[in-house]
């Protein structure tokens, strides 16, 4: 099993432009998440997904939206990409019953 | 709610000696505690978790963490550090109503030769 995989790895935007950040899991889970992580602040929550079709707010989901079309995919979207924007982003999945949550690797983006 | 503080950004101790990382939370219901480990540019990993059996919990790599109610805290300790213990450590709580977790500021070890 992979686990939970994020695509890119790495990016870099200029302001404005727009891009997806995909996140895979093949453990079945019900639940998905997306976070950001910058310097001193921990991870902070953008948006969640409870199930195939559902998604809601995080802590910090100004910026950002979410699609959660499959069950085993959560998709994040800049539409308009800003410097503030800037972080490594990390996504990761618990199943219903658990609460720990298994991560996968990261994608670190750049925004100019 | 929920929230978590870590004591200390950054923590350094020599090779074989313990290693002492803090951590208070608040919750209003019992709640579910974890630690974890970040390694450089890699994603997070569980190191242990409590989730209202035993409070003192054994994890990977010879971590152990306990759960003090009275006191609000889940320290997490190891009694000889090893190189391969330098990263950073992250401790979260999740309520028993809520799958999301509250993740502390963070803990950077080093550990010097």
């Known amino acids: 099993n992979a686990g939970v995989t994020q695509t890119p790895k790495f990016r870099v935007l200029k302001t404005g432009q727009s891009m997806t950040l995909l996140c895979a899991q093949d453990?079945?889970?019900?639940?998905m998440y997306w976070y950001r992580q910058d310097p001193g602040m921990g991870l902070r929550l953008i948006h969640y997904s409870v199930g195939e079709g559902t998604t809601a707010k995080g802590e910090v989901p100004d910026g950002y939206n979410v699609s959660r079309l499959k069950k085993q995919n959560f998709l994040l979207g800049l539409e308009s990409a800003a410097p503030s924007q800037t972080s490594v982003y990390f996504c990761a999945s618990s199943s219903t019953g658990l609460h720990e949550q298994f991560f996968g690797p990261g994608t670190r983006l750049t925004v100019l | 709610a929920q929230s978590v503080t870590q004591l200390g950004s950054h923590v350094s101790v020599s090779e074989g000696a313990l290693v002492l990382l803090r951590c208070n939370y608040s919750s209003s219901v019992p709640p579910y505690l974890f630690w974890y480990v970040q390694y450089p540019n890699q994603g997070l990993q569980l190191l242990l978790k409590y989730t209202s059996a035993a409070t003192l919990v054994k994890g990977i790599n010879g971590f152990e963490a306990e759960f003090k109610k009275s006191e609000t805290s889940f320290h997490l300790t190891k009694p000889s550090a090893h190189m391969s213990d330098a990263a950073e450590y992250f401790c979260?709580?999740?309520?028993?109503?809520?799958?999301?977790?509250?993740f502390g500021a963070g803990t950077t070890v080093t550990v010097r030769a």
């Open positions: 979260a709580v999740s309520s028993s109503n809520d799958y999301k977790l509250s």
């Open positions: 453990m079945n889970h019900e639940y």
